[in-house]
């Protein structure tokens, strides 16, 4: 039977739309391999924000194939993202990215084991980054109770819901709080806390931390201060039994301003203010705050006071215990563990070192320059691990180094070992942290790959353990 003429228009034009959409997914999606099954009793947990299922750059997943001392890892698929440095958020069933490509933001859910896409949302994000680094969002889309909430590099704050991809509410912070351009648009991760999230929108009139409702975006309190939005994210702690939320302040400004908020979460007032910021201009605070339990906190600067153990007293009021000019950390985020912190100190590749320090103490326990031989091209190059990023995964650590290497550690305070290492791609930039959640690894590619071709993307690989 002929269908009418008129009848056949619209299903050509539907089979134009859907045929289009089909072709642009096979051109981004490389399906790879099939992950292995979960081991029997294997713990794993969803990656909800910027730093992990705890915020602290550390997992508790198990079994992995790294337990092995070597890095078993098989490429399950990998896609073509456009520009920006933020990580996936993790939950269950589907990973947001969170990436901009021809002039707009784009919030999208994929299958967290094959990559297929589940919806899409975007809107206009026009941006330039002055200094030639990526375009894209800097700040890590973030899952809560059913929702995404995503902080834009042109400081568009957006709430979808989850399962679906709907828009619930969405603000235009950069209108509304006349937010300055900063060095390097916005980068501030939000964080949750009770029924709020929480941003560092540094103002033109010194709204510096908002709170917005999660449910309406309305906005619950203002925090004024002169410091502004740093790239830092706050994290939530508890001192001297109340939670506090530490926003480590400072972007762009003249003179150079900034330093740690401790700010109550329920009110907005700042219980704590301590300036910690280079003297240099072009400068910016971007390390988390790291609560190191008995009421203390390690900040770190990268380009004039290095780091610092803070001691807050029961009036909230802050004393230096230790000072470490040379722990100067550019973005990582600091592990701690067992009265132990490791970080990764330098300005610049060139010179980057990996350190262990007593947080008792104050005392270095080590501080190296990590490097390697690699094998390419018929050529022994000498590669290091410049300013990477450190995963703690319970018995050892994984590092992704700025320019693609993936290494697997031995880290304790008698030394540093490494046990293998894989070179997954040559391109800088590569300064997301790795996400890992139900055995599955992911990474960013920001830039485009020197050895390969291939743009930036994002790789899922296998590390379920038997």
């Known amino acids: 039977m002929r269908l009418p003429f008129k009848k056949t228009i619209p299903l050509i034009l539907l089979f134009l739309f859907f045929g289009n959409i089909y072709a642009e997914e096979r051109s981004r999606l490389t399906k790879h391999h099939i992950a292995k099954p979960l081991s029997n009793g294997a713990k794993t947990l969803t990656w909800p924000r910027f730093n992990g299922p705890f915020d602290n750059a550390r997992t508790q997943e198990s079994p992995l194939s790294t337990s092995s001392g070597e890095l078993s890892i098989v490429k399950i698929w990998e896609l073509a993202k456009g520009e920006g440095y933020a990580s996936p958020a993790i939950s269950a069933d589907k990973l947001i990215l969170f990436h901009l490509d021809e002039g707009h933001e784009i919030i999208e859910a994929r299958n967290p084991e094959t990559g297929s896409a589940i919806w899409s949302y975007k809107y206009p994000a026009e941006y330039r980054d002055r200094y030639g680094y990526s375009n894209g969002p800097r700040a890590s889309p973030l899952i809560w109770k059913g929702k995404v909430y995503a902080h834009g590099v042109t400081a568009w704050l957006t709430c979808l819901d989850l399962v679906s991809g709907k828009l619930i509410w969405k603000r235009d912070l950069k209108s509304e709080f006349r937010i300055p351009d900063y060095f390097f648009g916005k980068g501030s991760n939000p964080i949750i806390t009770n029924e709020s999230v929480i941003v560092n929108v540094g103002g033109e009139n010194g709204e510096c931390v908002v709170s917005f409702d999660l449910l309406t975006g309305k906005t619950n309190w203002v925090c004024k201060d002169e410091w502004g939005a740093s790239y830092s994210s706050p994290v939530m702690a508890k001192l001297h039994g109340k939670e506090v939320c530490l926003v480590f302040t400072g972007g762009e400004s003249r003179p150079p301003k900034g330093g740690l908020l401790i700010i109550d979460p329920e009110n907005g007032q700042t219980l704590t203010r301590f300036p910690w910021r280079s003297s240099t201009y072009e400068s910016a605070n971007a390390v988390p705050a790291v ?5 203390r906190i390690f900040l770190s600067e990268c380009y004039e006071k290095g780091g610092v ?46 350190f262990c320090i007593n947080t008792e103490s104050g005392k270095v326990k080590w501080k190296n320059r990590l490097s390697w031989k690699y094998k390419y091209m018929n050529r022994d190059l000498n590669l290091e691990f410049f300013r990477g990023s450190l995963l703690d995964l319970g018995s050892n650590a994984i590092g992704l180094s700025e320019l693609g290497s993936l290494i697997l550690l031995e880290m304790n305070p008698n030394g540093i070992k490494i046990l293998d290492t894989k070179q997954l791609f040559f391109a800088p930039g590569a300064w997301t942290l790795p996400a890992l959640s139900n055995g599955l690894l992911y990474i960013m590619q920001n830039e485009t790959d020197r050895s390969s071709g291939k743009g930036p993307r994002v790789l899922c690989f296998d590390l379920r353990g038997e």
Do not use: C
């Not at 609560?291 to 009421?295: A, F, V």
């Open 309 to 354: 153990l803070i001691r807050i007293d029961e009036d909230f009021d802050a004393r230096i215990e230790w000072h470490k000019p040379e722990l100067n950390i550019h973005w990582m985020t600091p592990i701690f563990k067992s009265d132990h912190l490791y970080g990764v100190s330098g300005r610049h590749q060139r010179g980057a070192e990996i």
């Open 291 to 295: 609560p190191i339990g008995n009421n």
